[in-house]
């Protein structure tokens, strides 16, 4: 055994086996690391890949809301972003832009104007749908009016009334356009009251501008409800009548009393004489 020991083809053949198993070890590594640096290439290039979102935002004016009424702008419009996967994705969820259109330079009228964004990061590429819409600004005038109150008269029972309603305001602001505010004839307050009524109704009354036509005008009501209480009670006319026809009734009852009496005492008086002459005979 120590003969074969001491034979140097032993350890050439150690030294293969040992630098076959070194190799091998090492290109073993290096594919493990190749798969690591790839793997991480692919995040990166993932991450840096352009991505497209449209996203719905609020339109918001540039203008003195306190001067001028803007009318024919939609509320919402569409946007559509372009760039950098995770950038598109941060902006979509916290939408940290504005979409919104310029008019403080331009005049009373009719204008088209083109939407614009303010906010968004020069990385990304954008696009509205619609690019330009049709704006109307018109002078803002504000006018105060009286409530008129208007009751279905229908619904309150029969033998009852209602009285004079108490509202809670007795004005209103309406705020608009001048040639709506013009238009405006009455701001009125229809209250509907339950079928049958008997007794006070209270409610809250959405109001209405309306004009000569009793068409609704497109202007801002504040307040915008009112509250309305409706008195209901007997009606004074429907008692006075009832107490005239028992009035009545208790007269013909009375009439008929005397009528009776009456025809009881000429029945008896009649008796009486036919008794008299009777016994006169007689005798």
Same mark, same amino acid.
């Given at each position: ?13 150690? +030294? ?9 070890? #090492? ?26 979102? *449209? ?20 509320? /919402?419009?569409?946007? /559509? ?7 598109? *994705? ?52 504000? /006018? ?18 209602? /009285? ?13 356009? +001048? ?21 006070? #109704? ?82």
């Amino acid at each position: 055994m120590k003969k074969f020991w001491t034979e140097r083809w032993v350890y050439r053949f150690l +030294a293969l086996v040992l630098a076959v198993l070194l190799f091998f070890y #090492v290109k073993s590594d290096r594919m493990n690391s190749g798969n690591v640096s790839t793997s991480g290439g692919s995040s990166d290039t993932a991450l840096m890949a352009n991505k497209s979102k *449209t996203l719905t935002v609020p339109l918001e004016l540039d203008v003195n809301s306190s001067k001028y009424l803007v009318s024919g702008y939609p509320s /919402k419009v569409k946007i /559509k972003i372009t760039g950098p996967s995770a950038l598109v *994705t941060t902006t979509t969820n916290t939408q940290n832009f504005k979409a919104y259109v310029s008019l403080r330079k331009l005049g009373l009228g009719e204008h088209k104007v083109r939407i614009k964004e303010e906010g968004l990061n020069k990385e990304l590429s954008y696009s509205f749908e619609p690019e330009t819409i049709k704006v109307t600004i018109a002078n803002r005038r504000t /006018k105060t009016f009286a409530i008129q109150p208007e009751i279905n008269q229908d619904a309150i029972a029969k033998g009852y009334e209602s /009285k004079a309603a108490i509202l809670r305001s007795q004005t209103v602001s309406a705020t608009g356009s +001048a040639s709506e505010i013009n238009r405006i004839t009455q701001v009125v307050a229809k209250v509907n009251l339950p079928n049958n009524t008997k007794q006070d #109704v209270t409610s809250q009354v959405l109001l209405q501008a309306l004009d000569n036509s009793g068409d609704t005008v497109n202007v801002i009501l504040s307040p915008q409800t009112v509250s309305v209480t409706v008195p209901v009670e007997k009606s004074t006319s429907s008692s006075s009548s009832g107490s005239d026809e028992e009035s009545s009734s208790t007269e013909a009852d009375n009439k008929r009393t005397k009528s009776s009496s009456s025809s009881s005492q000429e029945t008896s008086s009649a008796s009486s004489t036919s008794s008299s002459s009777t016994s006169s005979k007689s005798n």
